[in-house]
């Protein structure tokens, strides 16, 4: 058993299968498994990893959908003390074989679905050893016939024999991948009890307990994924998964599996309210909430209204993980004069407002704006094989947002967008999300991203780029509803491109960049 000093990420679920293993742990479209069941399927993967060569430190990559077998991949990289790394499994191939070049992974665990974009690059990525193959919950048998072992067909041919490497707190648990969509990934490095911090943590925000289940629509690859799961394996929670999006399965997977928490991106939320969610027993919701994106007020009053009136927000980031982030309680959300607020620091961690390009010394006031930065117990400060990176976005503890914002006085954040973000017209500075609120309040406008463009008089120009909900409507019309609204002149659009949908990273949100492209 471990020392609480030196608690590593592989003992969450270790603990939980002792004092809870009949709880269902993690299910999925297709698999169920208790935390006795996948306690031992953890063990029996892990020992396949010790058969191909994995030791403490080696990178296990990770090509898989939401599912109950990415866990048990997850965590037999923990039983061993090696360093999990999950993929954007929609990449190209020729992306992921540079992902995979800087990660240089031993092993490379994939979706049955993904063996042929894996075939792809195989012979690219030489230091890979091993392969295996995955089911998720839709994984069809003719997708894996393979020559890999697989997850979990095979694993009654392996057993756990050996005793694995002592693991401490200051060990790296995880490499997790930023979400960007142009380039090869970087990697922001967790350690194992800054990590175990972030699970402790998210039992608070999520109020969690042995008998609490969330269902996680959200990709492997994202950190809020950990943020998500591991606060509820941490108590013997169950923890539902979806290998892909569908809305309507989504709402009849929360009313069947009794799901407690719901908490979604607002584009996501968005999306179920096009649909009539009033036939679905949502009684069991005791905690819904927003995440990753500002929230349009109509979206937030109807999960008031119709999921459940405890609400919470959180803001939170690939390299904070839980005890680094904010959050708006469902107490501060009854505070109208609050509701733009994310909310104040998570257990331990601190918030500062720094003049844009300063040192962690050069404090702001009051509702004065500038880059948010954090420090706190789950707060990372190294990035993966890059030094430079490293000195850029961390120092001293503090980890440089990039986020633009400012703190009241009683030191509620408030974002206003990413510094990059900034639209500057005429000289003038324009934040986008108070033109998308604005363009939003039309009732026929279910999304809207709103950019810079080069403008060779004015530098840049407002360009609203909109999806509609009635093909009728007309550029003309809904700049006459805008003009109506409360934005100044120079705020308002001088250019709408009407567009079937918005681009969106691997986390399912907005990517302005490539409407900047």
Known sequence: MANVRDLAVREIVRRSARYFPDNE???????????????????????????????????????????????????????????????????????????????????????????????????????????ICARSGITTDDQVQVDDPVIPDHLDRYEM??????????????????????????????????????????????????????????????????????????????????????????????????????????????????????????????LAGFAGEVIDPPTLEKIRSQICPNII??????????????????????????????????????????????????????????????SGPSVANEMWNDPELTRKVFEDGWWHSGDLGCLDEENFLYIRGRIDDMIISGGINIMPAPVEQAILDHPQVAEVAVVGLPDEQWGQRVTAFVCVTDTAMTIEQLDQFVEQSELSHYQRPREYRFVDELPKGPTGKLSRKSLRA
């Open 25 to 131: 742990a993690v299910v999925d479209e297709a698999y169920r498994y208790t935390y006795a069941q996948l306690m031992d399927k953890i063990q029996r993967t892990a020992a396949i990893y010790h058969s191909m060569g994995v030791r403490k430190g080696d990178r296990v990559a990770l090509m898989l959908l939401p599912s109950a077998n990415h866990v048990v991949a997850l965590f037999a990289a923990y039983e061993l003390g090696a360093i999990p790394v999950a993929l954007h499994a929609r990449e190209s191939p020729s992306l992921l074989a540079k992902t995979l070049e800087r990660l240089a992974p031993r092993v490379l665990v994939y979706e049955g679905g993904l063996a042929d974009s894996v075939a792809e690059f195989r012979d690219q990525v030489p230091f890979i050893t091993g392969y």
């Open 161 to 286: 024999d050996f005793e694995p490497m002592q693991v401490d707190a200051q060990d790296i648990a995880l490499i997790a991948l930023s979400s960007g969509t142009t380039g090869v990934p970087k990697g922001v490095i967790h350690r194992n009890g800054p990590l175990v911090e972030s699970a402790r943590g998210g039992v608070y925000i999520w109020g969690a307990n042995p008998h609490s289940a969330q269902l996680v629509p959200i990709s492997t690859s994202f950190m809020g994924w950990c943020n998500a799961v591991f606060p509820l394996l941490n108590v013997g929670a169950k923890t539902v998964f979806m290998a892909h999006f569908n809305p309507t399965a989504f709402m009849q997977t929360l009313q069947d599996e009794k799901c407690t928490i719901c908490v979604l991106i607002p584009t996501i939320w968005r999306m179920l309210f096009q649909m009539d969610i009033g036939s679905y027993d949502l009684s069991s919701i005791k």
């Open 313 to 374: 927000n959180i803001y939170g980031t690939t390299e904070t993980a839980l005890c680094g982030g904010t959050m708006m309680f469902p107490d501060d959300m009854q505070r109208p004069e609050k509701i733009d607020s994310v909310g104040k620091p998570l257990l331990n961690g601190e918030i500062r407002i720094i003049k844009p390009g300063g040192t962690i010394n050069d404090v702001l006031p009051a509702n004065e704006e500038g880059e948010i930065i954090v």
